[in-house]
Structures are given as C-alpha cells and as structure tokens.
C-alpha cells in the first residue's frame, strides 16, 4: 500500500483560496484594456485570507481579519482611484467591488467554508462574464418589465416566506402557499414563453414553451398559451400544438414520476402511456403540419408577467380545488380510483406519487396503481379541457375536443390492454 502524506489543513486551504481568487482574475485577465487588478493580484489577495485568520486564531487576535478586510476595502478604493485618474469620467466600480469581495471569499475559505466560497466564485465569474449582455438587456428592456418583475421579486422573496403553508380551510386543503406557488408558476410560464418567442420567433417559441412548461405545471402551461391565442387569430394553429405538446410533457412526465418510484407500474402502464402520446403528438404534428403556423406573428405580449393573468389563473386553481374536494365527498364510496380522479383536477403529478406510493407499500396492486395514474392523467386534461375552452372558445375544435380523445383513448387502451 502506498503511503501518503497529510497535507497541513493551512496549505490546503490557502491552495483553495487562491485557485478561488484565480479563477474570478481569470475572467478579469480577459479585458486588459480594462484590467486593474488580474489573476495574480486576486489570487494573492484571496491567499491571504486562510492565512490572517490563522494567525489571528492562534495568536488570540480575531480582529486581525477585521485589518484584512480594511486593506482589502483601502486596496479597492485606490483601484477605483487609479481607474479614475486614468479614464475621467468612465469610472466603473465592479473590479473594486470584486476586490473587497474576494477579500471576502479568502476569509470564507479561511474558516472552512469551501463549498460555499467555490459556489459564490463560480456564480461572481458567471455575472462577471456576462457584463455586455446583461448590459444590453438592461439596456432593452421596458418600465413595464421592470415594474413587474419588481412585484415578481416581491412575490417570491417577501409574501411566500410569510404565507402559512398549512392549510386555512376547514377542510384541510387550501393552503394559501400552494396557491402562491401556483401563480408563480403561471409568471415564470409566461415569462418563458416572452423570451422564447423572442429569441426563435413565434410559432417555434410557443412550441417550445409547451414542451418545457407542461413538464412543470401543465395546468399553468394551459392556461397562458390559451390567453395568448387570444391576442392573435394567426396564433391558433401554433397554440393548439404548442397545447398538445404541454400535454404530451405532462403524460411522460406524471408516467416516469410513477415508474421512478415503482418500477412494478412499467407494464401496466405501457400501453395507455403510448396510446395517449402517439396520439398527442400526433396532433400536435398535423398542426404544425397543415396548421396556418407562421415563423413570426403579431403577438402583442405586453409585458412577460401579467399579475391579472396570473390572478385569474390562481381563482380557476382554487374553484377547481374546491370542486375535487367536493367530489371526493360525494363519491367517496368509488374508493381509490375516485379520489385519483378528483385529486387529477388539482395535481395529476401528485395522483401519480400517491399511487406508486401505495403500490409500493402493498396496498394495492399493479393494475390498481396504474389506474389511479391513467384516472389523474384524465382528470387533468379534463380540467385543462374546461379551462381552455373558457379561455378561448376558439381552441374548442383544435384543442379541447382532441384532449378529451387522448384522455378517453388512455383509459380505452388501459381496460382492453
């Protein structure tokens, strides 16, 4: 057996510190024009960081890390100093600002905080990198966009941390947390679909908008692109696949959720799983085929996060929560399959977790299971369904009518197969 030696915990971290520091120069060296303080220098200063707090532990004087960080402050202000005598008026703060923070990271990694340092380096070099588009984003967006995302932010970072997230109700089942995540689901949705439009056009953007989002939140996903084909008659056809593709993702992915956690699901579930995604992108297919699906079409988005849109989506949320648990009332005595079917009008994800769950647990058996998550499947595209229709009566023929053939040719194939 080869022996090796122990690396002294100081070099070690003093290694990690300075390929920390190294790799946010590294990214600075890029810009010579522009460089006033590089790889070596950030390296170094990173370095130093494992070595004060050292010394200051084992000399007793923990502030000799708070005369670190005031060198390191003193160092970026004559940064900015000397940019400034150089350059006039174009006085740019971030290489300072990244000099203090380095500083920063050096003392992290100081005190054994590895991952966390490596991980703010490598995000600080991603922001870094990105200066000229993130420039020009900034450069192009609107007051409107800039509005909403603010509400976004305040949605996310201050209402959801103080919702409770048990629920209010007296029945148990609306928690107001949930309800939130739904909304925001709706936002970052339409939000995806405002950037993908934008980057491959129309048609293309709105398809790949349903692939990705009906895998996330297919009622979410139904919703938006429904309201979209609204603000133009030449969207139909591009929605309609764009809907059909959401629910192809959302098929695959409720199937995997439920094979994942039983793998005894795979065979029952076979032949209903291939029987509703051949025929979904089927559809979507002919609509993309012989549809009228332009490149580009004049689709007045507005802003990407409409908060009314998103309101209105979570009230339908809700109502059809309300209606399952009202469901599941009344048609208690149908037992398990019931309950997969009103639990399917809110979550089908969730239908499908529960009943590999069960499964798994020998509550039940295979063809049990496996009809609990065709049931949710159903029950969810029923729900789409009337959500769509609601929306815009127009995707009716291309739309509704053919999610209500995918969801009887599931259960069709799932009782004869």
């Not at 609107?142 to 997230?165: M, N």
């Not at 058996?365 to 229709?389: C, H, P, R």
Request: charged share 15%; proline share 3%; hydrophobic share 55%.
């Amino acid at each position: 057996m080869i022996e090796t030696l122990p690396v002294p915990d100081l070099l070690l971290r003093v290694c990690v510190a300075i390929a920390t520091g190294g790799l946010i120069g590294l990214e600075r060296e890029r810009l010579p024009t522009r460089k006033f303080a590089g790889l070596r220098t950030l390296a170094l200063l990173c370095g130093a960081g494992p070595l004060v707090v050292s010394v200051g532990d084992r000399a007793g004087e923990p502030a000799l890390i708070g005369v670190y960080l005031a060198l390191a402050g003193a160092f970026a202000v004559l940064v900015a100093y000397i940019r400034f005598s150089l350059d006039g008026a174009d006085v740019g703060l971030t290489t300072s600002v990244t000099v203090f923070v380095v500083a920063l990271l050096g003392a992290l990694v100081g005190y054994g905080a590895y991952f966390e340092s490596t991980s703010i380096a490598i995000l600080l070099v991603a922001l870094l990198a990105e200066r000229d588009r993130l420039h020009r984003y900034v450069g192009a967006i609107t007051d409107r966009e800039l509005e909403d995302s603010l509400k976004l932010g305040a949605l996310v970072f201050i209402l959801y941390p103080i919702l409770p997230s048990e629920p209010v109700d007296p029945y148990g089942v609306l928690a107001l947390r949930e309800v939130l995540t739904f909304t925001i689901f709706v936002l970052v949705i339409q939000f995806g679909a405002y950037v993908s439009m934008r980057q491959l056009g129309g048609s293309r953007g709105l398809a790949l908008t349903g692939l990705l989002a009906g895998a996330a939140n297919s009622f979410a996903a139904a919703g938006v692109l429904a309201r979209l084909s609204t603000q133009s008659r030449e969207a139909i056809d591009a929605v309609s696949a764009a809907l059909l593709l959401a629910t192809t993702s959302m098929i695959v992915r409720n199937v995997a959720i439920a094979v994942v956690l039983g793998i005894g699901l795979t065979l029952p579930l076979l032949a209903p799983t291939a029987a509703m995604v051949t025929l979904s992108l089927a559809l979507a297919a002919y609509h993309w085929r012989y549809g009228d699906v332009t490149g580009v079409f004049d689709l007045d988005i507005g802003s990407p996060l409409s908060m009314l849109a998103a309101a209105k989506f979570a009230v339908a949320y809700v109502a059809i929560l309300v209606v399952s648990v009202v469901a599941e009332e009344l048609f208690a005595e149908l037992g398990l399959y019931a309950t997969a079917f009103a639990g399917g009008l809110v979550s089908s994800a969730a239908v499908s977790v529960t009943a590999a769950t069960v499964f798994t647990g020998g509550t039940i058996g295979a063809e049990s299971a496996a009809g609990m998550v065709v049931l949710g499947i159903a029950a969810s595209l029923a729900s789409k369904l009337a959500l769509i229709d609601r929306v815009d009566s127009r995707l009716r023929r291309p739309v509704a009518i053919p999610l209500l053939g995918v969801g009887l040719v599931g259960l069709v194939a799932f009782v004869l197969i």
